[in-house]
């Protein structure tokens, strides 16, 4: 869930499902193309500024979604971030589906042919123009299918209605992406959403409600608008462009007929599907959830989810800075490979699993300042469900890039896919019958059979590498730790204590993992020797 729609589609943030940096793998693969040769200097350069922009540009957006989602709950209440929460999985369905899998294409093919982004430009402006158009007309007659307050059917028409200026900031973005200048994307990203958090704040302070952050984030995609234009004009990207001749490998581009749109069609299909297979991986529950039991109820999953996803997207970074070292390292040291990956997934369950086990007290306190009474015990208890979605999708996203490194895609998808059927079956039978707390089974379930499938394919595959060491003492420390704080809160049960009882927990946890020798130096060693000469 995203409290700021994302600028471009690339990186996709939130949900709790197999995430969009699983599936930007395998995009970034079918756009690709090998290269010959040493890389250069300036080139190691050029990848560490785009990838920091990236995930700089995602972190941004998370803490202030963070902060201004934990506000609207506190002014508006549970119903008031569900109507909101809805709002947002719609519009990023919709802005996905108006893309028509358009810039995954441009970007590959751009980057091999510089020369064609005006008239490239122009085209895919058009075709998502027009696609926004038609989009926003069709979520106007869906609204009105589902059984949603006309509050939420208001907010949803307005959201929906910024895809015209979202189509713009889309294939401009797409432009600096193919130009490889990911910086002005993070530059624009970080602008308008604090822009976005500073009015969504004021709105709410002087009394406005959903529908007046709806006229916020219209507001928010015109501004994107117009400093994409101006950045354009001054990064001088089209400049020197052909203002005709042919555009996507070789289709017309003077006129938009019909075989140019059939040919666009079918070089943007594999793309398509894939970036539509992302999104409704992230937004599957939210849908699910305010179309079943209502906006008030998806406003407490949602409050419970805020906290999770820092750990998510924390997990996709760190996956994304160590899945080319993996790929490296496959077809150089094979035995480092192992290493490494069997480092990886430890290190990240060492961080993970205390998080999971020991974090519930701290859960509470920030749940306190925004929900009292039912919605409070509600999104408390659906957060202890929810939290061991962090460790497991870790585990999950740790399987999808091994078979990615093993040049098995079609393995990958196959989890994707596999998590996203479980949820579309699992969620509504158990939102139904537990409100939140069963959302967030279902969403959990459907994580760990997803992790179940990627290692039985790891097997299927042979992959070569080796369960991570000392993982019974891992999950035994957990579990004393966490052991540990639950005594010492019923033995201190003032609510103001639990920094002290989650401290205590925390040492608890860290003298086992020393005394099962689960951490050492030489290990970390090899982990940060490893990652340096990635880059």
Do not use: C
Not at 207 to 224: E, R, S, W
Not at 336 to 360: K, V
Request: no cysteine; glycine share 10%; proline share 4%.
């Amino acid at each position: 869930m995203q409290g700021v729609p994302a600028v471009t589609r690339f990186p996709q943030v939130g949900g709790v499902m197999l995430q969009s940096g699983i599936m930007d793998t395998q995009i970034d693969q079918l756009g690709s193309t090998p290269t010959s040769g040493p890389t250069t200097p300036r080139t190691d350069r050029r990848v560490l500024l785009n990838t920091g922009a990236l995930a700089g540009s995602s972190l941004w957006r998370i803490g202030i979604s963070f902060l201004l989602q934990l506000y609207i709950a506190s002014r508006l209440g549970a119903e008031g971030l569900g109507q909101y929460a809805t709002a947002l999985a719609f519009l990023n369905v919709a802005q996905v589906v108006s893309e028509l899998g358009l810039p995954q294409l441009l970007v590959r093919d751009l980057a091999r042919h510089p020369e064609r982004r005006a008239h490239s430009f122009r085209a895919a402006l058009a075709v998502q123009l027009m696609a926004g158009f038609l989009v926003w007309l069709g979520v106007i007659g869906l609204v009105y299918l589902v059984p949603y307050q006309p509050t939420t059917r208001l907010v949803l028409i307005l959201m929906t209605g910024s895809l015209p200026f979202f189509a713009f900031t889309s294939v401009s973005a797409t432009l600096f992406q193919a130009g490889e200048r990911m910086e002005y994307v993070m530059g624009v990203e970080m602008v308008v959403n604090t822009l976005v958090l500073a009015a969504g704040l004021g709105v709410l302070w002087r009394g406005g409600g959903v529908v007046h952050l709806a006229v916020v984030q219209i507001g928010a995609q015109a501004v994107n608008a117009l400093l994409f234009g101006f950045l354009l004009r001054r990064s001088g990207l089209l400049d020197g462009s052909l203002g005709n001749g042919d555009g996507v490998d070789g289709a017309d581009l003077h006129g938009l007929n019909l075989t140019f749109l059939r040919d666009l069609w079918r070089q943007a299909r594999p793309f398509y599907g894939l970036a539509l297979t992302t999104v409704l991986l992230n937004r599957a529950d939210i849908l699910l959830l305010s179309a079943l039991v209502g906006e008030t109820i998806t406003g407490i999953y949602s409050a419970a989810y805020l906290i999770v996803r820092v750990l998510i997207v924390l997990s996709q970074t760190y996956w994304r800075a160590i899945y080319p070292t993996l790929s490296r390292l496959r077809h150089q040291a094979l035995e480092q490979y192992q290493r490494l990956a069997e480092l990886a997934l430890r290190y990240g369950l060492i961080a993970l699993l205390p998080a999971a086990a020991l974090s519930t007290d701290a859960a509470g306190f920030i749940l306190g300042l925004i929900y009292r009474g039912e919605a409070y015990t509600g999104a408390l208890t659906a957060y202890q469900v929810l939290i061991w979605a962090a460790p497991l999708f870790l585990t999950a996203t740790y399987t999808v890039h091994l078979l990615m490194v093993e040049h098995y895609p079609q393995g990958s998808l196959m989890v994707a896919i596999f998590h996203l059927l479980l949820v579309v079956l699992f969620l509504p039978a158990l939102a139904l019958r537990w409100q939140a707390v069963g959302a967030a089974g279902a969403v959990v379930a459907s994580i760990g059979a997803s992790v179940l499938l990627g290692f039985f394919l790891i097997r299927r595959v042979q992959v070569p590498v080796k369960r991570p060491t000392g993982l019974g003492v891992l999950l035994f420390a957990t579990l004393l730790a966490a052991v540990g704080q639950r005594a010492l809160n019923l033995l201190l049960p003032s609510p103001n204590l639990w920094p002290f009882s989650t401290l205590a927990g925390l040492i608890i946890y860290g003298v086992g993992l020393w005394q099962g020798r689960v951490a050492s130096p030489a290990d970390l060693a090899l982990f940060r020797r490893a990652l340096r000469r990635s880059r």
